[in-house]
């Protein structure tokens, strides 16, 4: 029996930039489902004031409606989603940069529903918070202010946060495809940059939310390192890999290897298609 792909996006994405993916696995004979996370998607807020011309006074404070939204809402809903998908045969849980948060958390609570967890360049956090691992020397090489070239109003007013991506401002626009697509051409980032909602909800958990060894550490896992990636470092890509190795020795990483950025493998999907692939076979074959 085929097995199902659920994929779960990052921070200010949506399913809707799993679309390339979703076509390359459906040619190739896979079903997969794209979640969109609560206020993701065509829940998104998208103010008048995000909207040319742009108004910035407005867009600091207009509210929006992924306020509140939790990391344990996030994980409700996606299991809700694996429990649908798993009443059609195995599911792999397929997880992109913060999207790995609430896969780790689900996978947590409820392990009977994933015959395999894949994190693309996704945060698994097992020793640390996820906030804590910027302060590490993994993390030495990252920008983290050039986000706040394009922030929008205060988190802590706002309840959320705000970055506007439809900024004309130069410089931010190069540290986005620095950060995100600098492998990609000027076109590809702006039309991905596009895709991208304003508004990101501010919870990522607690460490009750970390990698758990009797739950988490039960699922068979696949790591694919991204190995141009400098929005989330090969160098703590590999330490996520240790520390959740260290954390499970008897259920090691299956580790594979993708050329390109952050967002290259999704506008770029057939390598990614392939490797979803390879591993969907052994679980195809196991139920036919």
């Not at 050039?146 to 991506?165: C, D, K, Q, W, Y």
């Not at 190995?227 to 996520?240: E, F, G, M, V, W």
């Not at 493998?265 to 392939?274: F, G, I, M, V």
Request: glycine fraction near 8%.
């Amino acid at each position: 029996m085929q097995p199902t792909f659920v994929l779960v996006h990052g921070a200010f994405a949506n399913s809707f930039s799993f679309a390339p993916l979703q076509a390359e696995l459906g040619l190739l004979g896979h079903r997969s489902v794209a979640v969109d996370l609560p206020g993701h998607g065509f829940a998104a807020t998208y103010t008048r004031a995000y909207q040319a011309p742009q108004d910035p006074a407005g867009l600091a404070t207009a509210p929006g409606g992924i306020k509140g939204v939790t990391l344990a809402d996030n994980v409700a809903h996606l299991i809700g989603i694996l429990e649908r998908a798993k009443r059609n045969g195995p599911v792999i849980l397929v997880s992109h940069s913060r999207g790995g948060i609430t896969a780790t958390a689900a996978a947590n609570a409820r392990p009977d529903l994933i015959d395999r967890i894949v994190y693309v360049s996704a945060w698994c956090p097992v020793l640390l918070d996820v906030g804590d691992y910027y302060a590490e020397p993994e993390m030495a090489s990252v920008d983290a202010a050039s986000m706040a070239l394009a922030m929008a109003g205060n988190p802590a007013e706002l309840g959320l946060l705000r970055v506007n991506f439809r900024t004309a401002d130069p410089d931010a626009l190069a540290a986005f495809k620095a950060a995100f697509l600098a492998d990609g051409t000027d076109e590809e980032f702006l039309t991905f940059l596009n895709t991208f909602q304003p508004d990101e909800n501010l919870d990522v958990g607690t460490s009750a939310d970390r990698a758990q060894a009797e739950t988490w550490g039960r699922i068979p896992k696949t790591y694919v390192r991204l190995t141009d990636d400098t929005s989330l470092p090969l160098a703590l890509q590999d330490r996520l890999i240790r520390e959740g190795d260290a954390l499970t020795p008897d259920n090691p990483y299956d580790v594979r290897d993708l050329e390109g950025s952050h967002l290259k493998w999704l506008t770029d999907p057939a390598p990614a298609a392939r490797v979803l692939g390879e591993l969907a076979a052994p679980l195809a074959a196991a139920g036919s």
